[in-house]
């Protein structure tokens, strides 16, 4: 009778004991999803740090590069009006607009000793630019010199005027030093302004994304008082534009 006893209750014994192994393995597997569960925890942890350590996403309308290639931008003349005359007219009056940008005109803006407001011909059409260099550049100056320019920048609101375009210059010394970017004198204006190695950009827009403009202008800068973006030289037909001397290296272009 012991022995049946033993017997019938060997296995509740026995399940008390697999139930505690059982119990374990249940555990064991419970404890490894849990563990998966926090894997998945660390995991999805693990993916929001390298989300936020991941480099932000290049300006809207592409890369560097991509933005600088929409960019149009141009060799100007000031002219004075001795020069805006044709010797090929035989009265010396210009018969046709010339191929480019001529500066006919830099007055000083009303109500502001910072404004210059020149206006410019590009082709037969003709534009006005504001620009604040009146307190760096003398008037005969800007009026008189090849300048390059951008050309398809979204017209501002300067002073109450509308500006269609931006004279280039460099700036240092937290904008206390001001210089007119500059251009080779034997540059044939119009031309278009690109980078070293490369050809005049194909790609230019009508008008620039302010995304796309803050792009380029982050990249511009004076390296060994020559113009660059992005390290590569800013070319023209002539060559390579310039800073005046001593302009030190990172002044700004804008």
Known sequence: DKEYLLGMLKPIMGGK??????????????EKTAAGAGGEGSASKKEKKQKAAAPAAPAA??????????CLFKVGLGADAASARSAESPTGV?????????VEEAGFVENSDKLYCCKVKFGEEERQIVT??????????????????????????????NSEGMILATEYDEGAGVKLL?????SEV?????????????ATVKQLKTAVWDTVKAGLRVLGEQGTFDGKKLVCSAGVL?????????????
């Open 132 to 161: 604040g260099l009146r307190k760096h550049v003398p008037q005969d100056q800007l009026q008189g010199s090849k300048v390059a320019v951008i050309m398809n920048l979204k017209t501002a609101k300067l002073a109450g005027l």
């Open 182 to 186: 500059k251009v080779p004198q034997d």
């Open 242 to 254: 310039t800073s005046d001397v001593g302009v030190p290296d990172g002044a700004l272009i804008k």
């Open 94 to 102: 210009l018969t046709r607009p010339p191929h480019g940008l001529q």
């Open 190 to 202: 119009g031309s278009p302004i690109f980078l070293e190695g490369g050809e005049p950009s194909t």
């Open 61 to 70: 309308g592409g890369g560097a590069m991509e933005c600088f290639a929409k």
């Open 17 to 30: 004991d697999g139930g505690e192994s059982s119990a374990g393995g249940a555990k064991a597997p419970a």
